[in-house]
């Protein structure tokens, strides 16, 4: 085999995308050995501040795509391990970019009720079958297999995602209508939010 420069540069994708899997992977296993240790360093942190901190990263990538953004963010004050709830914001903000197909903005909102704060990220996507929404958050699971490796995806943020979440008392979950796509998770207010 005689190797020229688009053999080269498929092969550097390739241990990228596989660089990238082996530290999810590690990733989730650290987070399934180590929950006590990753709830034991919450603290009492602004929602809002999250959040714009985690659009910011992304300013470069959605100026790029010549993306329209929205963003609402209410503060609320939230006990959690600050570090992995941005790394959630990453992963869903992140998936909304790679996977955006339309024309429509992407609507990010953040919105505190009495007992807990919700975080939307809304766009156009690619169309989501019932079924896979309900298996989306699954490890490993892709809804369009073919597809999602020209993407680099590889079955795991979201599975991630959920696991923190749910490790925080919160919940996770998509909503779809056609093409739109609603990711979204709630945590518990702190209580000295509440009582604030």
Known sequence: MEGD?????????????????????????????????????????????????????????????????????ESGIVLVNDRSISQVLSNLLDNAIRYYEGTGPLIIKGECSDSEYKFTVTGPGRAIRPEDSERIFERFYRTEHSRSREFGGSGLGLAISKEIIEQHNGKIGVQSEGNNHTFWFVLPCSQADLNG
């Open 5 to 73: 420069e688009k053999l080269y540069d498929s092969l550097y994708a390739e241990s990228k995308k596989l660089t990238q899997l082996v530290e999810q992977m590690e990733q989730l296993k650290e987070l399934e050995n180590l929950s006590s240790q990753i709830l034991s360093q919450k603290a009492s942190v602004d929602m809002k501040t999250l959040i714009e901190q985690s659009v910011e990263m992304f300013r470069l990538s959605l100026k790029q795509s010549n993306m329209k953004v929205l963003v609402k963010a």
